[in-house]
Each structure stands twice: as C-alpha cells, then as structure tokens.
C-alpha cells in the first residue's frame, strides 16, 4: 500500500459518523476474516499437543490444555512417514528443477519476435491449455511407456506447463534486445545468451514460478494415487489420506464401546499431528515469499 | 535495380519489384531460408525436448481419444488405444441412455455455479475492506494469512474438513451436542455436500483470489479519491462511485473466465470428500470416468464421456474468450 494513496484518508477523529460505521465494518470484516482463515490451524496445532483426556472430554477449543506428545512419538516412530516424506522431497526437489529447465527452454525461443516457427510453436503449447485427451488416453500414453509404479512418473509427466511457459515469455521478452544484439555480436549463440543474459535477468519470474512449480510437486496427490501403488514409492500426500480420511472407522467406533472410543482418540490426534507435520513446511516458507506470490499473481493478470 | 531488402529480420540483396515490394527469385528465397535457419537453429535445437514432451503427453493422448469410438482391446504398450474395433458412437448413446448422464452434467454445473455465486464476490468485498485498512501492520498480516490456505494441499484440507466434522469426535459436532443437538454426519448427507464443497472452496481461496482485486484497486490514482474527497464524498460514496467502477473490467474479465471454466471442476477434491452415500450430489464427470475408466477398465466408455467433456468445455472456453475480448479487448489468447 502506497503512502500517497493513503493520503485521502484523514485520521478517524475528524471523520464523519458515516465513515467511521463504514471503517468499523471494514475492520471487524478483515478481523473475521482473519479469524476464520487461522481458527482451523490453531486449533489443529492445538488438538496435537492438547492432553488426550482434555481432547476426548471435549475441552479443547481455542489454546491447547495440558501437554502430550505421545500422538507426535507415535507418529514419529513410524516409518512409512519419514518414507513418504523423503520421496516428497526427492519429487519436489528434481520436479522443480525440470520443471525450470523445461520452462527456460520453451520460454527463450519464443521470445525471439525473430523466430521463424514463434507463431506456430505458441499456438502448439497454447491450445493445449484449452483442450486435452482427458484422463483416460493419458493414462493409456504414461503406463504404456513404462512409468507406472516408477519413481520417474512424479517427474515427467509434468515437466512443465503451457501457461508458465507464456508468463516466463513474457518476462524473457521485456528484456531489451540490444542486450542480446551485442551478445550475438560477441559471437554468442542463443544457448549462451539464454544462460547468460535471459535466464539471470528473469530470475524474479524464475523465482515465482519455482514457487509454483514446488508447491504444486509437493501437494500432487493425484498422481501418486493414479501411477504409484507401491507404498514405498508414494509421496507423503498419499500417506496423509491414508491416515485422514479413508482410515475413518469413525462410524463404526461411534456405534462401539468405550475402550474403542478412546481408541478413536488417539486416532483423532494422530491425524492432526499429522496435519501439523506436512503442513509445516509450507506454511514457514509462505510468509517469506509473500511478495513473490504477490507479484506471480500479477504477471499471471499480463497477456499471455 | 539491386535493393537491400529485410525479410524475417534478415537483411538480403534483391531487385525490387513493382511497387517497391521486394520479388525473390527461387535461389534467393532459398539463400533466405538457409540464413534464417542458421540464425534460429540452436532455438530450434532448444524446443526440440519441449516438442517431443508436448507431443507425447498431450497430443498423443488427444489423438488416443479415437478409443472413444473403438472397443478397446490391450495391446502392447499404448498401441492399444490406436488398434480398437471401431463401434462409433456406441458409447455415447449408452451415455446419454444412462441414468448418470443428467446427474454427473447437473452436479457439474451446479458446483461450479453455486461457487462462482458464493465464491466470487467474496475476494472483492475482502480486497475493498483490506485497501481501506490504514494500519500496516494489520493489513500486510491479513494479507499474508489469508493467502495461506492457498497453499496447503487438497488432501489436508478435507482431512481436516472430514475430521472438525466427524459425528464422534469432531468440533462441530461436539458443539452441536453441547448445545442440545443432534449430531449429524455431514460427510455422507447428500444435501450438505455441496454446501460443504462450496465454503471450504471458498475458505481455500478468498484471500489469493483477492490479490488480483488489491492491485487493480493500488492501480486507481490517489488524486481521483482526493477528489472526490475535497468534493464532500464520504467513504462509501468513494468506494461506490469510483473503485468498483474503476475495477469494473478486472471483474468481467475474471468474471467471464470462470464462465468459461463451468464443466471443468477440480477433480481431487470431490474425489477426496465424496461416499457412496452421497453420489447423488457429488459424483461429477471426472470422477464419474475416473471409477468407469480406471476403476472398472470401461476404458472406451470412460474416454468417450471425457472427450464430451472436453469438446464441452473447449466450447465454453472459447465462447468465454471471444466475449472477453469483445468486452475488454483483452483476451487470453
């Protein structure tokens, strides 16, 4: 927020009764909508360290009462976590990686207004943003050639995307052609000038996509659930649905007796522990990379 | 007379021809091609994995989509999908005959209208209030944790949604019974489905989507509202009378593209929050080819009711595009 846009708004005191009603919504609208977008999270994080008695009477609301990591030792010691989590990182990691490589490649060429096949190659990416084989033929084409229940199949199947192909485009084209002129004066070719003038002058665009790139990597549970049916090669989105939502006896230990019910919540904490584990590192990185995402969104708003 | 003429950005010796436009001859037009491609090789070069990506995960599939109108047959590899018996269009008839077809188009349409009608306005009432907050600190806050759950996956959120909901142990329903309720088991009532689909959507999104809103509204000068204001405008007369008017087109772009996007709906999480229980409000076309395709191996069924979705959506795509670029001369492509 700019100061100068500010500079309209007087202090509170001076203004008329209508303003402030009108400001008082306004603060109590972006209050609530605080709220609602922090209570769930509080209260999961809340739940995972709460005392289990304190959970099952029913006590926990807001803070945590009592103290207990047993659920976090429970779920700790299990194994396939940590399994689920590294082939995360190992998907995360590389698919990023690909999928900048990938990105760069496409995005240089058609940047270049001299490019003799620009027109047709845009619109050979393009029109896949708007029209695809669905889900079936995809299917048929990514097992056919071998990659179900390979690791590769978290990676290559989505090296890159049509759309960040155009906002990188768009970035790698704004950077002045006399600076690729001179590079090609020098006797550079464009594999030297994509390394050395477009790719370091579109690092905040390269910064955000990444961003996208990775989050998208780490949160893909479809793909994992499509391709991979060994455990030991699912990603941790396909752990957490185990634990959060299919292994829901919940009906069942509704209907049962109490030991089973005390059973039923431990489960309930274990889950959110589990909330707590994954979603951490998402959220730590969130805060810092605001204004990255701030800017993404807007070079998503230029023309393709 | 010889001319230096510019074709393609490279600069060639020619004759001009009548008036003035550059006529090659056959050997010239070669001695072009031949320098316009050792100028733009190595970009050629560069494309080439690109192309081959593109044209084996997503033109390949495109043109697999002919198993639509073949009875599938394994074959080795993909090749399957290319060596069917043709039976034409068989299975969209048995498609439409089903009882399904009304239901997956109704539950479709009715998830995206019911969020677009929900979930639209709601990032721009946000972006107003959070431009009009003075106090930096709560506004940079406000925007940093709303954007938050933008970025927490599909299988977290309807796991938490599944368990604050559970009948047993959920918050929800703890409260219900403190207040003299009854529990109810929200994630298999067929009428609380929607609902629930449309707030946690909402919830997800609100603050991202509203970013685009902010920046529209940071964009309107601050002399036009100091204007208003010297004129005697009070906050709600600004708001009214300029701000929305100046936003009006970010809205009708943003606007008709969800329009355009009405069949294509998010398939992980209706896949994520659906039971058997509640498959009259919830199954959509996705899931519906999901279960007869890769579930029950109905692959030429499944494409066939795919491919109807696609040429659908493609259709309201285009449609949406040529209205916003009427409207807005702005267009997506």
Redesign the interface.
Known sequence: MSKTKMSHLGTFRSRSTGDKVFLLIVYILVIFAVCITLYPFVYVVSVAFSDAKAVSRGEVFLLPVGLDLEAFQMVMQYDQLWVSYRNTFFYTLFGTICNLIFSCLAAYPLSRHHFFMRKKLNFFLAFTMYFSGGLIPAYMVVTGIGLYNSPLVMIIPHLVSAYNVMILRSAMESISEELFECGKLEGANDFTLLTKIAIPLSKPTLAVLGLYYAVARYNDFFTGMLYLSKQELQPLQMFLRRILIIASTEILQNAGITDRAAAAQSTMKIRYVCIVLATVPILCICPFVQKYLVKGTMLGAVKG | MNDLVTQ??IVIMTKKGKNGHAVLSKDEKKRLRRK?WN??K???Y??I???I??L??????????V?AFQKFKPGK?????FTGEWVGLKWFRRFFKSAYAWRLIRNTFLLNFYSLIFGFPIPI??AI??????N?F??K?????????Y??????V???M???L????G?IN?LIQ?FGGEPI?FMSEQDWFRPLYVISGS?QS???NS??FV?AI?GIS?DL??AM?VDGA???Q?VWHLTLPMIRPTIVLLLIMSLGNMLNVG??KV??MYNEAVYETADVI?TY??RQ??ASTN?SY??AV??F??VVG?AL??IANRVSRKLNE????
């Open positions: 393609k950005g316009v100028r733009d190595y970009l050629v560069m494309m994995p690109v192309i990506y593109f084996i995960f997503n033109y390949l599939p495109m043109g697999g989509l198993m590899g993909f090749v399957g999908i009432i946000f209030c959070i431009t009009q907050i003075k930096k709560l506004q806050g406000a925007q940093v944790i709303t954007y938050l759950p970025f927490i996956s599909t299988v977290v309807v796991g938490m599944t368990n604050f559970s009948p047993s142990s918050i703890q403190k088991n919830w609100f603050g991202f970013i685009i920046a940071m601050p509202y100091e204001t009070n906050i709600r600004t398939f992980e896949f994520l996705s080819v999901y395709g890769i692959y499944a494409a795919g491919l979705n696609s493609f795509v285009s702005t267009a997506i492509w």
